[in-house]
């Protein structure tokens, strides 16, 4: 079964200072890792995919890396409309769902 | 691009009455769509997984007598909650996702939710 575990549950950064989020993964046979990021009261809101190890994206102040066992989204410079909670999803072969972390909720303080 | 729609956004009802909670891909063809539900500060809770044209598979544990999944075309999924009771409030969530011209898994794409609060 695919497992995902999200680090930490929770993170409180001054804006400006930039930090990382991880996300740890075992799947049987990657198809894909997602990141995306939920504001209170919201569906998710589809922010990268990863298919690969070494792959890498970018978005404004976000930039996702992935390596075969884990998988982080670094916040350079966040600001406080970057704050909300990020969750990580994995999909393996075989299966048509994909397994979701509890997340890590961020908070920019100004 | 990449637009799902989900409506209502908020619904109130008495207990034992049905709800039906819609949700559409407005510029894509969703092959795939799914249901989650989510508890206050919780992660997203899988109920069950659509294709177009077929019966919905659901997660073990969801009552699919309950919950009632219908994918009649590509572009529209709903979820009815048959005789709601107060147990059934929750933050429902569609998601959907497509397989078309797609040599890559795609991912899906999310509502924004349906508030359902049963009294």
């Known amino acids: 079964e695919d497992q995902v575990t999200q680090s930490p549950e929770a993170l409180r950064l001054q804006e400006g200072e930039s930090s990382s989020l991880n996300c740890s993964y075992t799947v049987s046979g990657l198809r894909g890792l997602f990141w995306y990021r939920q504001d209170p009261g919201k569906g998710p809101e589809f922010l990268f995919t990863?298919?690969?190890a070494g792959e890498e994206k970018e978005k404004e102040r976000l930039k996702a890396t992935l390596t075969k066992k884990e998988s982080f989204l670094h916040i350079t410079a966040p600001k406080p409309e970057d704050s909300a909670t990020y969750l990580c999803a994995v999909h393996g072969q075989g299966y048509q769902k994909v397994t979701f972390g509890t997340g890590t909720k961020l908070q920019v303080i100004p | 691009g990449a637009v799902v729609s989900q409506h209502p956004s908020w619904v109130i009802c008495k207990s034992g009455t049905s709800v039906k909670i819609e949700c559409r891909s407005l510029?894509?063809?969703?092959?795939?769509m799914f249901w989650y539900r989510q508890f206050p500060k919780q992660s997203l809770m899988l109920m069950a997984t659509s294709n177009e044209g077929s019966k919905a598979t659901y997660e073990q544990g969801v009552e699919k007598d309950k919950f009632l999944i219908n994918h009649a075309s590509l572009t529209l999924s709903t979820l009815t909650v048959t005789s709601a009771h107060p147990e059934d409030s929750s933050f429902y969530i569609c998601?959907?996702?497509?397989?078309?011209?797609?040599?890559?898994?795609?991912?899906?794409?999310f509502g924004d939710g349906t508030r359902l609060s049963i009294l």
């Open positions: 510029d894509f063809q969703a092959t795939t």
């Open positions: 998601s959907a996702r497509t397989n078309v011209n797609s040599g890559s898994y795609q991912p899906q794409h």
């Open positions: 990863l298919y690969s």
